[in-house]
């Protein structure tokens, strides 16, 4: 174990400009040094969806390193500690190769986050696609205390964590589930519907966690996903918002596009916390 020392900290929202209104993240800055049973003791400790650890790159090509951290296992990427990490970085004096796009190096590779009106990563690709199979289905409508007809299509949308998901009729309708969590079993489901027009929202998404039976404020992982299934099988427009979180009182916003075949992944992120962490 390494010699404890003081190390910046931050605590950030993502995925609104309100501080309390998307996901919060954990971020530990100059973390060299840190062993990793030290990095899941904190991830524990904070018990934030996801702690990340800021890391000298080992690559040129990149700007920094990050591992990602919750609070029961190390992940190698995930959508909200990107753009939360890469905040933390930039406004911790982080200056990248190129002005216009950070590079973060992560468990999953490399990826881009792109500098504008807000951050946005770059979706990292599906590595498993296609309807899901009847048995799941089952599985699902009875999770969701639904009928097979409230489904209006159904894929596999695995970017990492292993999601699947149906989409429903309506927003209302995916606010209005409670979930069977045993039911669930081992499923990391994501729910999309959409809203009325006029909404500044064209959907609402809920991300359920079957392992962990809870269910995530804000997910970027997943709306990248949904959008590589929506967008090109043109149920979604090539831009949209997604609303998540509401079922849970907050207010999160997830920013996608479709850009040459690309999807991007954005949302703001504010600083709540600074300080520092005896570790």
Known sequence: MSARMKRPFRQVNVFSHDAVSGNPLAVVHAADGLAEQQMAALARWTNLSETTFLLAPTDRRVDYRVRIFAPNVELPFAGHPTLGSCHAWLAAGGRPHDPSVVV????????????????????PPLIKTGPVEPEVLGQIVAALRLSPRDVEAHQWVDNGPGWCAVLLRSASQVLSVRPVWTALGHLNLGIVGPHPAGHEAAFEVRALIGD????????????????????????APAT???AQGTALRRAGRVHLRMSHGEVWVGGDVVDVVEGHIDL
């Open 104 to 123: 973060q190096e992560c468990g999953a590779g490399l990826v881009r986050i792109r500098r504008g009106t807000r951050l946005e990563f770059a979706a």
């Open 240 to 242: 949209y918002v997604s």
């Open 212 to 235: 962990g039976a809870y269910e995530d404020p804000v997910t970027g992982s997943l709306n990248a996903s949904l959008a590589q299934w929506l967008i090109p099988a043109g149920l």
